[in-house]
């Protein structure tokens, strides 16, 4: 028998048939029909509404408006605004997706399975692409019914700081000019460019939520921690003999870079993303019980293997993460 060669297809969660995945599957279809609308624009169909179109609504896992959707629920919330909530933060997360993969970044050819945005649209197109997108994500928050003054504020007030010059900007600028740095340093890259974001969709849900400082504190913890394992886990993903058609990205794209994987040594960033996954978990479950959606969620995105395996489980073993071959070249310590 032979088999097909797998294809990208975003987060594979279908498998996990159970009740709980059927949930995430119909809240991951609200999010996307919800950003359809949200990038429909004038019915203009022209190339910088179809980059819009095409990077918003290409096959990624949605983990950070599913975040906001399933923490709110562990938290007993169920406003409707909410799906405004996340989706302005996954339209964010789309914008900066086009600006990482241009050529004068980290020069991607391949995105979610697809030819990048400036690749389908031309630089120019995608640069505009994303300046919408990210114009977008605020004009959204602006306007999503039912939410009161002060709340909005806040919103609008938590993701600015994120997205900004102390936030996933510099996060991106670090990670282009930081050069060769401590792993300490590479984590304060990491924590900018890439946990800041899930930090603040866990932010956004504890504002709607009126979640007790306590636990919004605990869920922050979460998301930081979650997002440090993340980028671990992504950065292994680059290495070489890794499959496109799996990852649905290009690999080898941080050779040259400093990555905690090749600062540490595999081992010891093996260790790390361990160590990180199990303080989020602990964190998460402080914060919301331990039989939430999403640390059930977090489970599925964090294990390649079948249901019932714990938020920690097989997340980091290295069998289907290898590491470039050059990594061992470029260690800094
Ligand atoms: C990619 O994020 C960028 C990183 C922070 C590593 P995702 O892996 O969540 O990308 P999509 O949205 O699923 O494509
Ligand atoms: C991603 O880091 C951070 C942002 C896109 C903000 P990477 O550059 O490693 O992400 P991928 O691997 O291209 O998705
Ligand atoms: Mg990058
Ligand atoms: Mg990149
Ligand atoms: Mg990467």
């Known amino acids: 028998m032979t088999t097909a060669t797998p294809r990208y297809d975003g987060l594979r969660l279908k498998k996990f048939d159970d009740a709980a995945f059927d949930d995430v599957d119909a809240l991951r279809s609200a999010v996307d029909e919800r950003i359809e609308q949200l990038v429909a624009g ?33 938290l007993g919330c169920n406003s409707p605004a909410l799906i ?14 086009i600006l990482d993969d241009l050529p004068c970044m ?30 977008r994500a605020f004009g959204v928050l602006s306007q999503a019914q039912d939410i009161s003054p002060v709340t909005r504020a806040r919103l609008v007030a938590t993701l600015a700081q994120t997205v900004g ?11 282009l000019h930081g050069g060769a740095r401590s792993p300490e340093a590479i984590a304060t890259t990491n924590e ?33 921690a979650a997002g440090q ?7 292994f993903l680059d290495g070489a003999g890794n499959d496109s058609a799996i990852t649905g990205k290009d690999t080898g794209k941080d050779i040259g870079k400093a990555t905690l994987i090749n600062t540490l040594g595999v081992e010891e960033a093996q260790r ?16 919301v ?17 079948a249901k019932g395996k714990r938020f920690m489980a097989d997340a980091t073993k290295p069998r289907e993460l290898r590491p470039s071959a050059h990594l061992a070249e470029l260690r800094v310590n």
Do not use: W, Y
Request: charged fraction near 20%.
């Open 42 to 74: 004038n019915g203009q169909n022209d190339s910088l509404a179809k980059a819009m179109r095409a990077s918003a609504l290409s096959a990624g896992k949605r983990m950070r408006p599913l975040l906001v959707m399933l923490v709110a629920r562990d």
């Open 192 to 224: 900018l460019k890439t946990g800041l974001l899930l930090g603040v969709a866990v932010d956004m849900a504890a504002i709607m939520c009126h979640a007790d400082d306590n636990v919004a504190q605990q869920l922050r913890a979460f998301a930081l």
């Open 84 to 97: 405004d909530v996340a989706c302005s933060v996954e339209l964010v997360h789309a914008a900066s997706l």
């Open 229 to 235: 394992a993340f980028q671990i886990k992504d950065d």
């Open 106 to 135: 980290d020069d991607a050819s391949l995105r979610r399975g697809k030819p990048a945005i400036h690749i389908q649209f031309g630089e120019d197109v995608a640069i505009l692409a994303s300046v919408a997108l990210l114009s």
């Open 272 to 287: 790390r993303l361990a160590a990180c996954l199990n303080e989020a978990d602990g964190c998460l479950a402080a914060a």
């Open 165 to 175: 010059d102390q936030g996933l900007v510099r996060g991106q600028f670090e990670d």
């Open 289 to 305: 019980g331990a039989k939430g959606r999403t640390r059930h969620f977090m489970g599925a995105l964090f294990s390649s293997q």
